[in-house]
């Protein structure tokens, strides 16, 4: 099936780096939200993303203009029903996940292609709350989304290999490169990846570092682009302490519980770059260390 029109659900991080990369690939997309504030912050904030690709040579200026104005926005998620392809990418909460494909449901029209870009909520949960779980896929991107390479691919249990095809040649088209994941908690990426953040957060709770030497170690002795604590600052302490649940709960085995520091620091709402301060505290010029 060829894929034109992309509806994207959750116009934060992911949602407006998951914008950017479809239009600059000439997609037309329409990306919804439940607040007008974040779709106007998604607006600008891919501005700035094409305006930095534009100053560093990686695209014109013409193909910033044609980029920008393929993007269409809506507060009404029923509008999305008409799009080829739906990419869900809210909240990492399953009840917020099923309400939204339960709503968006009775406006599809037959062959819509529905995925999510959660980092480790079940797909073949997720599909089961709607009438096409053969058409839904996991559609996993990184972050932060028009830099980075890969995309996992995770079909459920009913997905079909038309819906699978599909979305492997729409990757291809974004210039990103497709992982093939099994339908297990996390997949792959977030299967490794955050159980090292939480163990870096352990290493904090314990005293063994602290915020800057835990970071510094990491990239200097590992070679790490990003410490995992501003990593996970990066992600969210919100999004690294949801997928910990998964896996704890998905996996029933304690080497993945939650670092209880962690979760004060979601209880604070001091959830990293996204509300100002995380393990760093990002309100000044420079991001000072929390601990
Ligand atoms: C949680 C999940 O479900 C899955 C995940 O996504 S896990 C997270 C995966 N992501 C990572 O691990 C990222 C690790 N960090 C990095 O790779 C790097 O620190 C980084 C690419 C983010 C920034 O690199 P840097 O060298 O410190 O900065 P800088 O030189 O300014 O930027 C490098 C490039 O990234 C771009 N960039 C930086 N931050 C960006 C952002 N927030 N949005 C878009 N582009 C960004 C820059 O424009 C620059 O682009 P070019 O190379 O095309 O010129
Ligand atoms: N952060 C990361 O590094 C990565 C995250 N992901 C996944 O992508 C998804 C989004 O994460 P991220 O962008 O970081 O999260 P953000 O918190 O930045 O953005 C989520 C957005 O979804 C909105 N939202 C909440 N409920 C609804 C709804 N019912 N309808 C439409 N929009 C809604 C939120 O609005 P409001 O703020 O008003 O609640 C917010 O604007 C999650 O599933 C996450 O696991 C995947 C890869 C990497």
């Known amino acids: 099936m060829a894929v034109q029109t992309v509806g994207i659900i959750g116009a934060g991080q992911m949602g407006n780096g998951i914008a950017h990369v479809f239009a ?5 997309v329409l990306m919804n939200d439940i607040s007008r504030d974040a779709l106007d912050r998604a607006l600008s904030q891919i501005e700035k993303n094409l305006d930095r690709q534009v100053s560093r040579d990686k695209i014109s200026a013409d193909e910033k203009k044609a980029a920008l104005d393929r993007i ?5 998620l029923s509008d999305l029903g008409q799009t080829d392809l739906v990419i869900e990418a809210a909240t990492e909460r399953e009840t917020v996940k099923q309400a939204i494909f339960e709503d968006l ?11 999510s870009n959660t980092s480790s909520i079940s ?5 089961s709350r709607t009438d096409r779980p053969e058409k839904f896929m996991g559609f996993h991107f990184m972050n932060p989304v028009p830099i980075m390479q890969l ?3 995770i079909r459920g249990i009913a997905t079909d290999q038309a819906t699978y095809e599909t979305l492997h040649a729409v990757v291809e088209k974004l210039g990103k490169t497709a992982a093939s994941a099994e339908d297990f908690p996390a997949f792959i990426v977030n299967r490794i990846l955050m159980p090292m953040i939480n163990e870096a957060v352990y290493t904090l709770y314990e005293g063994v570092g602290n915020v800057k030497s835990i970071d510094e170690s990491m990239k200097l002795g590992a070679n790490h682009p990003m410490g995992p604590l501003e990593l996970a600052d990066f992600i969210g302490l919100d999004t690294c302490l949801a997928i910990m649940n998964v896996l704890h709960d998905g996996l029933a085995d304690t080497k993945y519980r939650p670092c209880p520091l962690l979760t004060k620091y979601v209880e604070a709402g001091w959830l990293g770059r996204k509300t100002g301060r995380g393990f760093y505290d990002y309100r000044g010029e420079t991001p000072v260390p929390t601990r």
Do not use: C, S
Not at 24 to 28: H, K, P, R, S
Not at 105 to 110: D, E, F, G, T
Not at 123 to 127: G, K, P
């Open 24 to 28: 600059l690939a000439g997609f037309d």
């Open 105 to 115: 449901v009775p406006h599809l029209k037959p062959n819509t292609i529905l995925t």
């Open 151 to 153: 995309v996992e691919l």
């Open 123 to 127: 797909i073949t949960r997720l599909a």
């Open 72 to 76: 269409k926005t809506t507060l009404t």
